[in-house]
């Protein structure tokens, strides 16, 4: 592609190929929707109402929210994305005048959540995942249950504590019981984990009541993907997820990107999904399985304790989407589905300290000489993802949050 008229440092997470949405404020708390660009933010309400973008976009794009845009359909998402890198590599000394008085210092902004979360799904895709914590919870047993091979395991979240990157996160209290000789009793997790996932958004009009997504029609309904970092209390999760699974364990709190990658922007990196034995019921047979290559990694306090890929999940986003709408339940604008943990099988790709540390049995150290078994107070975990290299890269930005203490 021709280069930009911006800036854009060699490794930096925001090119060209990239391009994704999310909302900023200023300094003035004036909030709107933008594309980073370097180490710039584009402000799309601005060159809207400079007459540079497709007129059946403008209303979206300045709206203080990425809900505008995902309320449209994919014909104008690429309209939007062609416009948007057609903008920045012109030639034309006007209109480049009038985008660069658009552009704002990624450093003096501060992110917002860039769309109201619908609903929230949260899924066990990973079969390393899944075969890691079956190990831990159930040792000398088969590690996945009857179901797993079958159907993409799930669980309904609570979208109102989906909070962006930044938000600092509580050290949650809930119901525990370290040992059957124990009662139970009210206190604050000492087993803190963070669990490192990949979501996606789904956009286009709201599906009817009753009415399925086919598998090979569900990406139709996907606007694009978030990091995501779904905060787990294992031991209050040990205690209440049987029979009906996570509740108080999960709830209190998931972050994600400020950034929404476009599903279009991540074409060059599909890759094959691993084949599935035995094969699935019909409705969940995709006639082309199709995975992401998307490195991604996880520090604590700046040492980095797991690097893996979202390439190999078991179960792909669109037999999420056919499964989760198989008895017709509606999909909207701005419901978020988290793939689950990501993780491989060797040591240091698992994407949470459960596994990483054999539930604490086997401490990690950092770099400043201290060991984890299970999150700190004080602990600062980031997640960071991207897709290729160099000019080409394709960065998700991160996910941070600093651990507080219980209150």
Not at 21 to 39: C, E, H, K, L, M
Not at 136 to 161: C, D, K
Not at 193 to 215: H, K, M, N, S
Request: contains cysteine; proline residues 7%.
């Amino acid at each position: 592609m021709t280069d930009t008229w911006v800036d854009v440092a060699d490794g930096s997470p925001f090119t060209l190929e990239g391009l994704p949405y999310g909302v900023f404020a200023r300094s003035d708390g004036a909030a709107s929707v933008g594309v980073p660009i370097g180490d710039f933010v584009l402000d799309l309400a601005m060159i809207g109402a400079a007459d540079l973008l497709p007129a059946d976009v403008v209303a979206a794009a300045s709206l203080p929210s990425v809900g505008g845009l995902l309320a449209l359909d994919r014909k104008r998402w690429r309209s939007l994305r062609a416009s948007l890198q057609e903008l920045l590599t012109t030639t034309d000394g006007r209109a480049v005048d009038r985008a660069r008085a658009a552009l704002v210092d990624r450093r003096d902004v501060r992110m917002l959540l860039p769309f109201v979360v619908r609903d929230y799904v949260d899924f066990y895709s990973s079969i390393e995942h899944a075969t890691n914590l079956g190990r831990l919870m159930r040792p000398g047993q088969e590690p996945l249950l009857p179901n797993w091979r079958h159907l993409p395991v799930g669980y309904h979240g609570r979208a109102s504590t989906v909070v962006v990157s930044g938000t600092p996160i509580r050290r949650p209290r809930g119901q525990l019981r370290p040992s059957p000789d124990e009662p139970p009793f009210l206190g604050a997790t000492r087993m803190l984990d963070f669990e490192l996932e990949v979501g996606f958004v789904t956009g286009g009009r709201p599906t009817e009541l009753g009415a399925p997504i086919a598998v090979d029609e569900a990406e139709e309904h996907i606007y694009g993907l978030v990091l995501v970092n779904d905060w787990s209390a294992r031991d209050i999760q040990a205690w209440e997820y049987q029979p009906l699974g996570p509740f108080l364990s999960k709830s209190f709190a998931t972050s994600i990107s400020p950034w929404v990658v476009p599903l279009e922007a991540l074409d060059a990196f599909r890759v094959p999904a691993p084949a599935q034995e035995p094969v699935p019921l019909d409705y969940l047979r995709e006639s082309r399985r199709r995975g992401i290559d998307m490195r991604l990694r996880v520090d604590i306090n700046g040492t980095t304790v797991s690097a893996t890929n979202f390439a190999d999940m078991y179960w792909t986003m669109a037999q999420q989407l056919a499964h989760m709408t198989v008895n017709g339940s509606v999909v909207t604008p701005g419901d978020l589905y988290a793939s689950g943990t990501v993780s491989g099988s060797e040591q240091g790709t698992q994407g949470s300290l459960i596994e990483l540390t054999k539930r604490a049995a086997e401490p990690i150290t950092l770099d400043d000489g201290s060991t984890r078994g299970f999150l700190d107070d004080g602990d600062v975990v980031t997640i960071t993802g991207w897709c290729g290299e160099g000019s080409t890269r394709v960065g998700f930005g991160e996910v941070v949050g600093e651990v507080l203490p219980a209150r």
